[in-house]
Antibody, heavy 119, light 111 residues
């Protein structure tokens, strides 16, 4: 069973950056698109971005262009999401998510990482 | 890209059927068969229930079914059970600058 395990909770000040990681078991990293989705407290799900395993190309939600960066380290099977210029509205749980094949649906979710932005 | 529109809440009694709608546009739901649905219990990560409009992943009960007509997708839960009480989100691939969009979410209550 593929598992995705994320890094622990973070507290950051406005204007700072945060880098969240997730580690996947199996050959997930070499064969599946990986995505990041976030959920603010009491709010809905919001898609942030993805990375293509074949060439490391990325795609981001227009709203976050220039602020979010998704990268991966294949040697350690670790995926990263860095969000810069943090503001209070970025307080949310951030999920690392696997895309099922090329079906544009998300079958494996990490446990989530709480990022709190507060002065 | 605005979120897809879902009703805020839907309720039903045990054993009944309920349907959750998800309305988008020709740039997302109407343009692709890449509609998926997720169930989320409080404090838990979402779980994939339906992909490609109407396909169920292995292990998901056949009480859950999906469909699409034009720019609106639907999730039907038949034989409603107490454990179905959760939040449900639709998601669609899009042709816009933001390739994926989620719905606003629907809280399902089992009376």
């Amino acid at each position: 069973q593929v598992q995705v395990v994320q890094s622990g909770a973070e507290v950051k000040k406005p204007g700072a950056s945060v880098k969240v990681s997730c580690k996947a078991s199996g050959n997930t990293f070499t064969s599946n698109y990986m995505h990041w989705v976030r959920q603010a407290p009491g709010q809905g799900l919001e898609w942030l971005g993805l990375i293509n395993p074949s060439d490391d190309s990325t795609s981001y939600a227009q709203e976050f262009q220039g602020r979010v960066t998704v990268t991966r380290d294949t040697s350690t099977s670790t995926l990263y999401m860095e969000l810069s210029s943090l503001r209070s509205e970025d307080t949310a749980v951030y999920y690392c998510v696997r895309e099922i094949g090329t079906l544009k649906a998300f079958d494996i979710w990490g446990q989530g990482t709480m990022v709190t932005v507060s002065s | 890209q605005s979120a897809l529109t879902q009703p805020a809440s839907v309720s039903g009694s045990p054993g009944q059927s309920i349907t959750i709608s998800c309305t988008g546009s020709s740039s997302d739901i109407g343009g692709y068969n890449y509609v998926s649905w997720y169930q989320q219990h409080p404090g838990k990560a979402p779980k994939l229930m339906i992909y490609d409009v109407s396909n169920r992943p292995s292990g998901v009960s056949n009480r859950f079914s999906g469909s699409k007509s034009g720019n609106t997708a639907s999730l039907t839960i038949s034989g409603l059970q107490p454990e179905d009480e959760a939040d449900y989100y639709c998601c669609s691939y899009t042709s816009t600058a933001t390739p994926y969009v989620f719905g606003t979410g629907t809280e399902v209550t089992v009376l």
